[in-house]
C-alpha cells in the first residue's frame, strides 16, 4: 500500500501549496472592510495542521480509506475558524464512507452526501450562501455527471464550472455578502480545494490509478483461476482474460506483482510441469494475502502506546515477554531506562499494569480503533488540580493582562491566528480542571471551541462571547461559585454597550453606509452604523448616538495604534466624562470603545 | 443586657435598646492609639487617609475593659449578649469574649454571638436581636434563633481600594479582586450562610451604577435561593463624601427589594479602616 499512501499524501501536500498560493485571495473575501480577514489563512492552517499530524511511518498495510480517515481525524483536531470547521466535518463525513476502501463512482457520491450532511448537521444555524451551499450543489452536481462518466475525480472536476456559478450567486443569498460586493470567502476556498484537486489530477503523467474496488476484483478473479479446475483447461475465458492484462497500469505494486507472475505462471505452466503446483500454491497464498490485506476486521481493537521510565535499568527483553502475548504489532523502542512500548490489544489496562512493574509510565494513550474515535478515546489521564477554571481565548496581549487581572485562570493570546482545535484541546486539558468556563473574543472560534470541548477531559461550558469586551463584561461578574453562576455568565457578556472602531481597507457598501477607502468607520452590534474620514469626529459621533447616562469612556487601543490621539481628544469633546486608555493589542480593530 | 462594639454601622444613638453598652475598638495611626469621639471620627480617618496618605490598623476588643463592663453590671441583670464580631475575620475578640463568659460562669450566664459579620452586619444581626429577646427570655431559644439570625445575615460592600482590606489582613477570598489592571470598583461580601466567615468576592465593575445593581440583584438571588420574601432589617452606610453612591443604591433597594426596616447607618472610626475612601455597604437580614 506503501505507493498508493504516498501518491495520496503527495496530491494532499500539493492541493494544500496551491491554497497556500491562494489564501490570501479568500482573505480579501471579508465582509467588512478591514484588511485582516482570515478565512484563507484559517483553511490553509486546517489543511496544513492535517498534514503535519499525520505521521509518515505508518504500517505498511494501511489502506487508502484508513488513511483518508486518518487525515480527516487530524484535520478536525487541527481546524480553525467556522470555515476550518465546517471543512473538516465535511471531509469527515466523506471519508467515513470513504473508510471502506471503496472508491467507485457510486460510493464517492454516496461520501458527498455524507459529508454534506455532517457539515449541515455540525454548523450552528446552517445559511445558505456559504461554503455549505457550494458542498451541497456539489453533491447534486456529482449525482447529475456520474451516469454519464466512469471516473470520480473526472465527475469532480466537471462538478468545477457549475459551482463557480454557485460562488458566483452568493451575494444574492446572502444580503451582507452583496453589501460588500463580495462572494463567500468559505465557499471559494472550498471551490479552490477543488481546483487544486483539478490540477493535481491534470498534472499526472502517472498511468490512471486502479480503482481498489477493482483491484480485489482483479485479485479474486485470479485467485479463483488458480483455484478452479478450469485452470487445467489450455484455454479459459478467465485466464484469457487475466493474461491480457495490462500489468503496466496496475500502480498496486503487490497486485502488479501477482498478476504478473500468474501471467507468467499461465505463459510458462505447460513447459514446466514438475513444479507446476507448488508454483500455483505460492500464487494462491499471494492472493490470499493481498485479499486478507484489505479486510478491515481487527483482530486487536486497541492500539496502546505507553513510554515506562525507571531510576534503574529496565530489561527490554523481559518487558517484551511480559506483555507480547496481549497482542500484536509490539514494537519496544529506546534504551537504558526509559522505553518506549507500542502494542495493539483488546486489554490495554492489563498491559498497562504489567508494564507499571518494570517503572513509572509517564505517557499513555490509547485508541480505539475499531470505532475510530478520532484517536481520543484515551486513557491518557489527567489528574485535576482545580474543581473550576475560567478560561478565556483573546488576541492582544494587553487584553490577556486585563482578564488576568480581572479573575480569569489562564488567557490564551492567539495573536493573529485563531487557535486549532487540538490546540484547544491541549490547553483546556492543561488546565487540569474539572470544569472549565470556556470563552473566546470572537465567533469564528466558537465552532472549534465547542469541537475540543467535546474532545477534551473537563465539563466544558462554552460562553458564546464574540468579542473582548464580552470578556471583560462576564469577568466582572465573576464569583467562586461557578457552579451556581455559569448561566450568569453567559447573561453578563452583553453587560457594556461599547463598539469597535476600524479602517477601512477598501471602498464598499454595508448596512447602508458608504465606506471609502481609507475612512475610519464603526461597527456596533454586528452593524456598521457610521463612517467617516477623522477618527475623532467618527468615535465622537457614535459616543453620541449611544451615550445615555453613562459615565466613563473607555478607549483599548489595538495592536497597530501609536500615541493616545483618540483619548486625548474624547477628553475634550466630552469634558463631563471620565476618559479612560489602556492598551488591548487586538489585531482586528483599531479601538474598542466602551461606554459605562 | 445586650454588649457589641463601636462597629455596628450604625450609630450607638441608632440601637433602640435601653440596656445596651457597647465598646469602642482601639485604632492605631503609627504609635498613637485613637477611640472614636466627635473629634475622632470616621470622615477624620478618611480624609487623612486622602490627603496624608497614612496607614492605621485597628487592635482586638480590651479584655480588661470588657471585664469591667461586665463586673459593673452582674448584678444587675440574669443574662448578657455579647453580639461579636466575625471570629473568622477577629480571632482574637472572640476569644477575649469567651475568656470572659468563662470567667463569670458561676455569676452571670454569658452567650456569646459570632454575628460572622462586620460594618452593618453585626447591626443588623443586633437590631434583630432586639425582637427576639422581646418576644423570649429563655436562653436556649435565644441562642437558636440568634443562629438562625447570622446565618440569614447578609453583608455586600463597595471598596475602591481594596488595599485597606489588605493591608488590615482581613481581605481573605478577595484577594482574587486585587491588582485589577483596569480602574475598577470591587463588591465584596460576607454571606451568614458560609461557615468560614471569611469576605469573598461578589464581582466588580467600572461605575457605582453597576455596582449598585449588582448588589441588588446579589441581594435579589440570595432571596430565591433562601426563600425569603422580604428583608427583615437593612442598614446602609458608608464614606459620607460618597453620598452620591450611597444614595443610589438606597433609591436602588427601595425601589425594587421589600424591606420592613431600613436603617441609614453611619461608619465609626474602627470600620473606615477597612472600608476606605469611597467605601460603602448594605447588610441585609432576610429572618
Known amino acids: 500500500m506503501i505507493n498508493e499512501i504516498a501518491e495520496i499524501r503527495n496530491a494532499f501536500d500539493n492541493i494544500s501549496k496551491y491554497f497556500w498560493r491562494h489564501k490570501e485571495y479568500v482573505n480579501r473575501l471579508n465582509v467588512f472592510p478591514v484588511p485582516d480577514g482570515d478565512t484563507g489563512l484559517n483553511i490553509a492552517l486546517t489543511i496544513q495542521g492535517a498534514l503535519a499530524n499525520t505521521p509518515d511511518n505508518l504500517p505498511d498495510n494501511i489502506l487508502p480509506g484508513e488513511y483518508l480517515k486518518l487525515i480527516s481525524d487530524n484535520m478536525l483536531i487541527n481546524s480553525r475558524g467556522c470555515s476550518g470547521v465546517i471543512l473538516s466535518l465535511f471531509f469527515e463525513g466523506m471519508t467515513e464512507v470513504m473508510a471502506s476502501n471503496d472508491f467507485s463512482k457510486e460510493n464517492i457520491l454516496k461520501a458527498i452526501e455524507n459529508g454534506c450532511l455532517a457539515a449541515y448537521h455540525g454548523t450552528d444555524n446552517p445559511r445558505e450562501g456559504t461554503m455549505l451551499t457550494l458542498m451541497s450543489e456539489f453533491k447534486k452536481k456529482f449525482s447529475e455527471i456520474m451516469p454519464a462518466k466512469e471516473n470520480p475525480v473526472e465527475i469532480i472536476i466537471d462538478c468545477i464550472p457549475h459551482l463557480k456559478d454557485v460562488l458566483d450567486k452568493t451575494p444574492d443569498m446572502l444580503p451582507v455578502l452583496k453589501q460588500a460586493g463580495v462572494v463567500d470567502s468559505g465557499g471559494a476556498g472550498f471551490l479552490i480545494l477543488l481546483e487544486g484537486l483539478e490540477r493535481e489530477f491534470n498534472s499526472r503523467k502517472v498511468p490512471e490509478t486502479l480503482p481498489l474496488f477493482a483491484a480485489l476484483k482483479i485479485n479474486s478473479v485470479v485467485k479463483k483461476l488458480l483455484v478452479k479446475r478450469s485452470l487445467r483447461k489450455k484455454r479459459s475465458i478467465t485466464g484469457t482474460l487475466v493474461q491480457n492484462l495490462g500489468a503496466g497500469n496496475i500502480s498496486n505494486a503487490r497486485l502488479h506483482n501477482i498478476v504478473h507472475n500468474v501471467q507468467q505462471y499461465l505463459k510458462n505452466r505447460t513447459h514446466n510441469h514438475s513444479n507446476r503446483y507448488p508454483a500455483r500454491e505460492a500464487l494462491i497464498k499471494n492472493t490470499k494475502e493481498f485479499e486478507s490485506s484489505w479486510n478491515p476486521d481487527i483482530s486487536y481493537r486497541y492500539c496502546t502506546e505507553l513510554i515506562v521510565s525507571s531510576d534503574n535499568d529496565i530489561d527490554s527483553q523481559a518487558l517484551k515477554e511480559q506483555i507480547m502475548n496481549y497482542g500484536d504489532s509490539l514494537i519496544i523502542s529506546g534504551k537504558g531506562k526509559t522505553y518506549k512500548i507500542h502494542i495493539h490489544t483488546n486489554k490495554p489496562e492489563s498491559v498497562i499494569k504489567d508494564i507499571s512493574l518494570f517503572g513509572n509510565i509517564i505517557f499513555r494513550k490509547v485508541d480505539d480503533m475499531k470505532k475510530q474515535h478520532r484517536n481520543f478515546i484515551s486513557y491518557d489521564s489527567i489528574e485535576y488540580e482545580k474543581e473550576q477554571s475560567v478560561f478565556c481565548i483573546v488576541s492582544g496581549e494587553g487584553f490577556k493582562k486585563i482578564l488576568e487581572s480581572l479573575g480569569a485562570d489562564y488567557v490564551y493570546d492567539y495573536g493573529k491566528r485563531k487557535p486549532s482545535v487540538k490546540k484547544l484541546v491541549d490547553l483546556l486539558n492543561s488546565l487540569k480542571s474539572k470544569n472549565i468556563i470556556a470563552a473566546p473574543d470572537d465567533g469564528d472560534i466558537l465552532m472549534s471551541l465547542k469541537y475540543a470541548a467535546s474532545l477534551c477531559k473537563a465539563n466544558v461550558f462554552i460562553v458564546e462571547s464574540k468579542n473582548a469586551i464580552s470578556l471583560i463584561s462576564m469577568l466582572m461578574g465573576k464569583t467562586d461559585e461557578i457552579n451556581k453562576t455559569n448561566f450568569l455568565f453567559r447573561d453578563r457578556i452583553n453587560n457594556i454597550k461599547h463598539f469597535m472602531v476600524s479602517k477601512a481597507a477598501k471602498e464598499s457598501s454595508v448596512d447602508g453606509v458608504a465606506i471609502k477607502k481609507g475612512d475610519y468607520f464603526i461597527i456596533s452590534g454586528g452593524k456598521i452604523f457610521l463612517s467617516g474620514k477623522e477618527l475623532i469626529n467618527v468615535a465622537a459621533e457614535a459616543i453620541n448616538k449611544l451615550l445615555i447616562d453613562e459615565s466613563i469612556i473607555t478607549v483599548y487601543k489595538g495592536l497597530h495604534v501609536k500615541g493616545n490621539r483618540l483619548a486625548a481628544g474624547l477628553k475634550i469633546k466630552f469634558p463631563g466624562l471620565d476618559v479612560e486608555e489602556y492598551y488591548g493589542g487586538q489585531t482586528q480593530y483599531h479601538y474598542y470603545i466602551t461606554l459605562e | ?287
Open chain 2, 1 to 287: 443586657m445586650i454588649i457589641s462594639a463601636d462597629n455596628l454601622g450604625i450609630g450607638i444613638d441608632q440601637v433602640p435598646y435601653q440596656r445596651f453598652e457597647y465598646l469602642k475598638y482601639p485604632v492605631l495611626i503609627g504609635e498613637k492609639e485613637y477611640r472614636e469621639s466627635e473629634t475622632y471620627s470616621a470622615s477624620w480617618l478618611l480624609e487623612r487617609f486622602v490627603k496624608e496618605k497614612i496607614t492605621a490598623k485597628s487592635s482586638s476588643l480590651s479584655r480588661a475593659e470588657m471585664t469591667d463592663l461586665i463586673e459593673k453590671n452582674v448584678n444587675n441583670y440574669d443574662l448578657i449578649i455579647q453580639v461579636v464580631m466575625g471570629s473568622n475575620m477577629s480571632a482574637a475578640t472572640f476569644n477575649i469574649a469567651e475568656e470572659v463568659k468563662e470567667k463569670f460562669k458561676d455569676l452571670i450566664p454569658v452567650i456569646n454571638i459570632d454575628s460572622r459579620q462586620v460594618v452593618g452586619g453585626i447591626g443588623a444581626v443586633l437590631l434583630r436581636l432586639i425582637d427576639i429577646i422581646k418576644t423570649t427570655d429563655d436562653d436556649e431559644t435565644i441562642k437558636k434563633q440568634a443562629g438562625e439570625l447570622v446565618t440569614n445575615t447578609f453583608s455586600y460592600y463597595v471598596t475602591p481600594d481594596l488595599n485597606y482590606l489588605n493591608r488590615g489582613g482581613r481581605i481573605g477570598k478577595a484577594k482574587a479582586l486585587l491588582g485589577s489592571v483596569l480602574r475598577v470598583l470591587p463588591v465584596i461580601g460576607l454571606m451568614g450562610d458560609d461557615p468560614e466567615g471569611e469576605i469573598v468576592p461578589l464581582g466588580q465593575g467600572r461605575t457605582y451604577k453597576q455596582v449598585n445593581s449588582l448588589i441588588i440583584n446579589s441581594i435579589r438571588e440570595k432571596m430565591n435561593e433562601n426563600k425569603a420574601e422580604d428583608i427583615t432589617v437593612a442598614i446602609i452606610s458608608g464614606d459620607e463624601s460618597n453620598r452620591d453612591a450611597i444614595d443610589s443604591l438606597k433609591k436602588e433597594f427601595e425601589s425594587s427589594i421589600p424591606c420592613k426596616k431600613l436603617v441609614y447607618g453611619k461608619l465609626h472610626l474602627v470600620e473606615a479602616i477597612y472600608m476606605g475612601p469611597g467605601g460603602y455597604g448594605i447588610s441585609v437580614c432576610m429572618k
